[in-house]
């Protein structure tokens, strides 16, 4: 499972209410910097409260609203170039599915001009901007900017923010960022999620390491090695002290190797491979090859002439001979453990920084702990299975799980390019292959070049057969819209794919039909992918609700709201939870941040801002919530009847399942009562 779900599961652990506030965690300010008499900097500062971030300027394509400015020069200024900003943090995102930029505690931009005209004393301007923290976000914000060129101060000076900022910031051209996946999280978050994640690393580590001392090239080594030493040693304390060293050297290798990897392509590099589509594109090719190799199409191995000159080292004796020993098993059994270290290296990359060390650490410990174990306790080696085809077997069954496991990359890339080669039912139709070939295989259908005669199934292989079976039938649904929660983080969502409501299924659920939209009440549509009936205009859903009789729910959001989704994709989906949002309320969604134009004999002023007009559909909602309810985040919760009188307390971001049913049923009570 790739490591940033386990970011994503930190952000999500908490529940909060929302108390009844409008918030304003961003303040703006303004200062001029003189470069010549003609050309000057116009410089905007954001002051961010703890906790919330402001986006760049530049975010992929259905991202968060990004940070945007204008300026009103007329015929007085021209505009050199874009607005720069500073090179703020770039982190992944799961819900929006991309790698976004943002901004934490403080931001600052710089908008060159060219006078065309000396008298021009104020420019005026406005930014645009969108603010989210944790648990909310906030719609987006307009503020009027004023320049005022009469106070600039030289760019040489020492007296101001601007100048001093100057020099201490790394201001840049604002660029697109490449699609992709990660979470934004606090720095204390992020700091708890790089921790939980090298440990993840490294226990995944240990596991493959495990897995590896179970392989043909592996396994039979462990009594032949310990034997050596417990035979070729004086007496039984030193041969548990030299197996020790030499299972010592044998992490030094691994560790050594992982180091290699980082000093090579750089601790941060290795994280920006993994978000790559070139990258995405080599994992997978290098995935199936080790696959086919474990499936026995052939043997991956070094130059025989390494192994050879290590061997004639090993031989020397004292500690230099143990360290050659180790490098030997090494060389020797690459051709199984090169798969294992290969995907190690892999996974590491999709967490960056020292990853690729700690899991060479936690692979070369599982690796050399027998070697200590048995030379401490020989007895324990009579215990061990003796060898024979059932190692080629785990081969071969480690094979298919790469090959899996291979299509994954090539999903992300496909992903990232929007090619749609890959959508869910696809991915899903190739893994129920993998799989049912892979019971095919255990049961003895399917035999492969270096598998022994079967003359009989063991128990322990016919239970991983059915274990395996039973899964490939699990996913089977998942052709259909099922959302195969058990690996969900390996297919792409459901709303990538050849039908949000899965192959075949023209129905949506609630009485009605997604191909006759006539049937649908006027204002009404259908959300896919659960099936919801819905409304985005206020008085269309409220009249709705008085003919059907039932309470409203409203549903203030966002479609760059990041909790919005992750309610929508995590709570909604539970089944009581969409029952009462399918048959007992009726659906409001309000979305803040539409920028569809108001009609013209919709646009009003602004209650909350003098002067200015609500020209977009989103200010509308907007300004609706903040007055009505006296708060400006979302996702916002309210539940209503026919008198637009709350039910209930609202609530806000809820990302537990039953607190927010029981909140539902609640509001959904008061109102029959």
């Given at each position: 499972?790739?490591?940033?779900?386990?970011?994503?599961?930190?952000?999500?652990?908490?529940?909060?209410?929302?108390?009844a506030?409008?918030?304003?965690?961003?303040?703006?300010?303004?200062?001029?910097?003189?470069i010549?008499?003609?050309e000057?900097?116009l410089i905007?500062?954001?002051?961010?409260?703890?906790?919330?971030?402001l986006?760049?300027?530049?975010?992929?394509?259905?991202?968060?609203i990004?940070?945007?400015?204008?300026?009103?020069?007329?015929?007085?200024?021209?505009?050199?170039?874009?607005?720069?900003?500073?090179?703020?943090?770039?982190?992944?995102?799961?819900?929006f599915?991309?790698?976004?930029?943002?901004?934490?505690?403080?931001?600052?931009?710089?908008?060159?001009?060219?006078?065309?005209?000396?008298?021009?004393?104020?420019?005026k301007?406005?930014?645009e901007?969108?603010?989210?923290?944790d648990?909310?976000?906030l719609?987006?914000?307009?503020?009027?900017?004023?320049?005022?060129?009469?106070?600039?101060?030289s760019?040489?000076?020492?007296?101001?923010?601007?100048?001093?900022?100057?020099?201490?910031?790394?201001?840049?051209?604002?660029?697109?960022?490449?699609?992709?996946k990660?979470?934004i999280v606090?720095?204390?978050?992020?700091?708890e999620?790089?921790?939980?994640?090298?440990?993840?690393?490294?226990?995944?580590?240990?596991?493959a390491?495990?897995?590896?001392?179970?392989?043909?090239?592996?396994?039979p080594?462990?009594?032949?090695?310990?034997?050596?030493?417990?035979?070729?040693?004086?007496?039984?304390?030193?041969?548990?002290?030299?197996?020790?060293?030499?299972g010592?050297?044998?992490?030094?290798?691994?560790?050594?190797?992982?180091?290699?990897?980082?000093?090579?392509?750089?601790?941060?590099?290795?994280?920006?491979?993994?978000?790559?589509?070139?990258?995405?594109?080599l994992?997978f090719?290098?995935?199936?090859?080790?696959?086919?190799?474990?499936?026995?199409?052939f043997?991956?191995?070094?130059?025989?002439?390494?192994?050879?000159?290590?061997?004639?080292?090993?031989?020397?004796?004292?500690?230099?001979?143990?360290?050659?020993?180790?490098?030997?098993?090494?060389?020797v059994?690459?051709s199984?453990?090169?798969?294992?270290?290969?995907?190690?290296?892999?996974?590491?990359?999709?967490?960056?920084?020292?990853?690729?060390m700690?899991?060479?650490?936690?692979?070369?410990?599982?690796?050399?702990?027998?070697?200590?174990?048995?030379?401490?306790?020989?007895?324990?080696?009579?215990?061990?299975?003796?060898?024979?085809?059932?190692?080629?077997?785990?081969?071969?069954?480690?094979?298919?799980?790469?090959?899996?496991?291979?299509?994954?990359?090539?999903?992300?890339?496909?992903?990232?390019?929007?090619?749609?080669?890959?959508?869910?039912e696809?991915?899903?139709?190739?893994?129920i292959?993998?799989?049912?070939?892979l019971?095919?295989?255990?049961?003895?259908?399917?035999?492969?070049?270096?598998?022994?005669?079967?003359?009989?199934?063991?128990?322990?292989?016919?239970?991983?057969?059915?274990?395996?079976?039973?899964?490939?039938?699990?996913?089977?649904?998942?052709?259909?819209?099922?959302?195969?929660?058990l690996?969900?983080?390996?297919?792409?969502?459901?709303?990538?794919?050849?039908?949000?409501?899965?192959?075949?299924?023209?129905?949506?659920?609630?009485?009605?039909s997604?191909?006759?939209?006539?049937?649908?009440?006027?204002g009404?549509?259908?959300?896919?992918?659960h099936?919801?009936?819905?409304?985005?205009?206020?008085?269309?859903?409220?009249?709705?609700?008085?003919?059907?009789?039932?309470?409203v729910?409203?549903?203030?959001?966002?479609?760059?709201?990041?909790?919005?989704?992750?309610m929508?994709?995590?709570?909604?989906?539970?089944?009581?939870?969409?029952?009462?949002?399918?048959?007992?309320?009726?659906?409001?969604?309000?979305?803040?941040?539409?920028?569809?134009?108001?009609?013209?004999?919709?646009?009003?002023?602004?209650?909350?801002?003098p002067?200015?007009q609500?020209?977009?559909?989103?200010?509308?909602?907007?300004?609706?919530?903040?007055?009505?309810?006296?708060?400006?985040?979302q996702?916002?919760?309210?539940?209503?009847?026919?008198?637009?009188?709350?039910?209930?307390?609202?609530?806000?971001?809820?990302?537990?399942?039953?607190?927010?049913?029981?909140?539902?049923?609640?509001?959904?009570?008061?109102?029959?009562?």
């Open positions: 499972m790739r490591i940033f779900l386990l970011s994503f599961l930190l952000v999500s652990l908490t529940w909060t209410t929302v108390s506030q409008v918030l304003e965690p961003v303040k703006w300010s303004t200062s001029v910097e003189k010549s008499d003609t000057f900097d905007s500062r954001a002051t961010i409260d703890r906790g919330w971030h986006y760049s300027q530049d975010v992929p394509e259905d991202g968060p990004p940070t945007t400015f204008t300026y009103d020069t007329g015929a007085n200024a021209e505009l050199m170039g874009n607005t720069l900003e500073e090179e703020g943090r770039t982190v992944h995102d799961p819900v599915n991309m790698r976004i930029k943002f901004f934490d505690d403080a931001a600052e931009f710089r908008q060159r001009i060219t006078l065309l005209n000396k008298e021009l004393s104020i420019v301007g406005e930014v901007f969108m603010v989210c923290d648990m909310r976000c719609p987006p914000s307009y503020i009027d900017l004023n320049f005022d060129l009469t106070k600039a101060k760019s040489a000076g020492t007296d101001t923010a601007a100048s001093e900022n100057s020099s201490t910031f790394n201001f840049q051209e604002p660029v697109m960022i490449d699609s992709d990660e979470v606090t720095e204390r978050e992020e700091k999620a790089e921790n939980s994640g090298l440990w993840t690393i490294f226990i995944l580590g240990m596991g390491g495990l897995i590896a001392l179970f392989t043909p090239c592996v396994f080594l462990i009594p032949m090695t310990v034997s050596f030493f417990t035979k070729q040693s004086q007496n039984k304390a030193e041969g548990v002290k030299n197996a020790i060293i030499y010592l050297c044998i992490i030094v290798i691994y560790v050594i190797l992982g180091t290699g990897v980082v000093a090579i392509f750089g601790a941060s590099a290795i994280n920006e491979f993994s978000t790559s589509v070139t990258f995405n594109l994992f090719f290098i995935l199936v090859i080790f696959a086919v190799s474990f499936l026995g199409a043997e991956i191995m070094l130059p025989q002439s390494w192994a050879n000159k290590i061997d004639s080292k090993a031989g020397k004796g004292g500690y230099t001979g143990i360290f050659f020993m180790a490098l030997a098993l090494a060389i059994s690459f199984c453990t090169g798969p294992f270290v290969g995907n190690i290296i892999v996974l590491s990359a999709t967490k960056g920084g020292l990853a690729p700690i899991g060479m650490l936690g692979f070369s410990i599982a690796l050399a702990l027998p070697f200590g174990l048995f030379a401490a306790f020989p007895g324990w080696l009579n215990s061990l299975p003796k060898s024979g085809g059932w190692l080629n077997t785990v081969k071969v069954v480690l094979g298919f799980l790469e090959l899996a496991f291979a299509f994954k990359f090539l999903s992300q890339a496909d992903l990232v390019l929007q090619l749609h080669f890959l959508e869910r696809v991915f899903i139709a190739i893994w292959a993998i799989f049912g070939a019971a095919f295989y255990l049961f003895g259908k399917i035999k492969l070049p270096h598998d022994s005669p079967l003359t009989h199934i063991s128990v322990g292989r016919l239970s991983l057969g059915l274990l395996v079976l039973s899964f490939t039938i699990y996913m089977i649904p998942g052709l259909w819209g099922a959302p195969l929660n690996i969900s983080a390996f297919p792409p969502p459901l709303d990538y794919s050849e039908s949000p409501y899965g192959v075949g299924n023209s129905k949506t659920g609630g009485g009605f997604s191909g006759d939209a006539q049937v649908l009440p006027d009404g549509h259908l959300l896919a992918p099936q919801i009936l819905a409304f985005n205009d206020y008085d269309k859903g409220m009249a709705y609700a008085k003919e059907v009789g039932k309470p729910m409203l549903d203030f959001t966002g479609w760059a709201c990041v909790n919005c989704r992750r929508e994709q995590n709570v909604w989906p539970n089944d009581q939870v969409l029952n009462i949002l399918k048959n007992e309320v009726v659906l409001i969604s309000l979305y803040v941040d539409d920028k569809r134009k108001l009609e013209d004999d919709e646009i009003v002023e602004s209650q909350l801002r002067g200015k609500l020209k977009y559909i989103g200010q509308k909602w907007s300004e609706f919530q903040t007055i009505r309810y006296k708060t400006n985040t996702p916002f919760y309210v539940l209503i009847g026919h008198d637009e009188e709350n039910l209930n307390d609202p609530v806000g971001y809820t990302p537990n399942a039953q607190e927010y049913l029981e909140w539902m049923r609640e509001g959904v009570g008061a109102y029959e009562k």
